[in-house]
């Protein structure tokens, strides 16, 4: 699984990108993450990024086993997962299936281990986002508020056009949305954190107590009241403490 690594601390974590982004997306946090303290791997899905041409499959347990041999591959032993988005929902995948090797998580205005709230209009539409660009873009542009500039959703629109292809988008899509493994997810008892930012109208704050404060029983809630769902963006700088502050408590 090609990765970009990023530090030579002793804090190791794998991060996991959403539905719109590659392994590139984390770039801008990296400036506010001490390379001394952390280290960290940051893998392109299969489909994405530097991985584009790969002939999947293209849902969370891929993404899940390919992180841990990427952890592998390194020497890792123990690791957290830091997932955004739909990465929060394969970080859950990857707990589960390496429970006495994953110590943290850290989940980024995430998905649920669920199925999501979506109706049958609304499966359409996001299903529509894996050929029309208009449709990706409605879709950031609601996930931040409506309070962005449009040319910046217009170019994180366009950009996930050109670094990940159509098939796998879709196909991920079906993962990220459909899956069901709650109970599973719900046994875990990692120390987990997750940021929900005040402007996120696709994953709400209401939305994340009722799913992953609920039903995890040592998950907590950090609240960025200026971001939206792409805090890597939005607020980098403060995103990177948060998440420094969590992985490395001491």
């Given at each position: 699984?090609?990765?970009?690594?990023?530090?030579?601390?002793?804090?190791?974590?794998?991060?996991?990108?959403?539905?719109f982004g590659d392994a590139q997306c984390f770039k801008p946090m990296l400036q506010g993450i001490d390379p001394?303290?952390?280290?960290?791997?940051?893998?392109?899905?299969?489909?994405?990024?530097?991985?584009?041409?790969?002939?999947?499959?293209?849902?969370?347990?891929?993404?899940?086993?390919?992180?841990?041999?990427?952890?592998?591959?390194?020497?890792?032993?123990?690791?957290?997962?830091?997932?955004?988005?739909?990465?929060g929902k394969a970080a859950l995948r990857t707990a589960t299936l390496a429970p006495d090797r994953v110590q943290r998580i850290c989940a980024i205005t995430p998905v649920w281990a669920g199925k999501a709230p979506l109706d049958a209009d609304a499966l359409e539409f996001?299903?529509?986002?894996?050929?029309?660009?208009d449709a990706r873009q409605a879709i950031i542009n609601t996930s931040t508020g409506g309070r962005l500039p449009?040319?910046?959703?217009?170019?994180?629109?366009?950009?996930?056009?050109?670094t990940c292809s159509?098939?796998?988008f879709a196909g991920y899509f079906?993962?990220?949305?459909?899956?069901?493994?709650?109970?599973?997810?719900?046994?875990l008892a990692n120390e987990t954190l997750v940021v929900t930012g005040g402007h996120d109208l696709g994953i709400p704050e209401q939305f994340i107590r009722e799913t992953w404060l609920k039903r995890l029983p040592n998950a907590r809630l950090?609240?960025?009241?200026e971001s939206g769902?792409?805090?890597?963006?939005?607020?980098?700088?403060i995103l990177a403490g948060t998440v420094s502050a969590f992985l490395d408590p001491s």
């Open positions: 699984m090609s990765h970009i690594t990023y530090g030579s601390g002793p804090h190791r974590a794998v991060l996991l990108h959403g539905w001394d303290r952390f280290a960290f791997a940051i893998p392109d899905f299969r489909g994405y990024g530097s991985a584009k041409g790969s002939t999947g499959p293209f849902n969370m347990a891929t993404v899940a086993a390919d992180a841990i041999a990427v952890c592998d591959s390194l020497g890792w032993a123990q690791f957290s997962v830091v997932g955004h988005s739909m990465g996001f299903r529509s986002a894996a050929e029309h660009l449009s040319y910046w959703s217009k170019s994180v629109a366009t950009l996930s056009m050109t159509a098939r796998a079906e993962s990220w949305a459909l899956d069901d493994f709650d109970r599973e997810a719900a046994a950090t609240l960025l009241p769902h792409y805090p890597m963006d939005e607020c980098p700088l």
